[in-house]
Nanobody
């Protein structure tokens, strides 16, 4: 059974940091591009970061460059998103997504809420 389980969200003050995790199971993690998306209330879901299967190369949305860092541990089947210098506009539900390098499979997690407020 395929599972993607995000954790690490919460309420944090502006300027704070969080580390989100996404634990994967039920598929060959190392063959999947892992991505982080977020969806704020009333807005479209947007891609914030992705990390490739083999080299671990990363790419980020312009709005988060320099503050967000994605990483993966293929031995632990987990992908991380380190979020620094949080801003109120970072408030959203954060989702992880796994896409096989061939494009044949596509899985989503259930999301974790990040709220940035003083």
């Amino acid at each position: 059974q395929v599972q993607l389980v995000e954790s690490g969200g919460g309420l944090v003050q502006p300027g704070g940091s969080l580390r989100l995790s996404c634990a994967a199971s039920g598929f060959t993690f190392s063959q999947y591009t892992m991505s982080w998306y977020r969806q704020a209330p009333g807005k479209e879901r947007e891609l914030v970061a992705h990390i490739t299967p083999s080299t671990g190369g990363t790419d980020y949305a312009d709005s988060v460059k320099g503050r967000f860092t994605a990483s993966r541990d293929n031995a632990e089947n987990t992908v991380y998103l380190q979020i620094n210098t949080l801003k109120p506009e970072d408030t959203a539900v954060y989702y992880c997504r796994a896409v096989h390098f061939t494009g044949r499979d596509d899985y989503w997690g259930q999301g974790t809420q990040v709220t940035v407020s003083s």
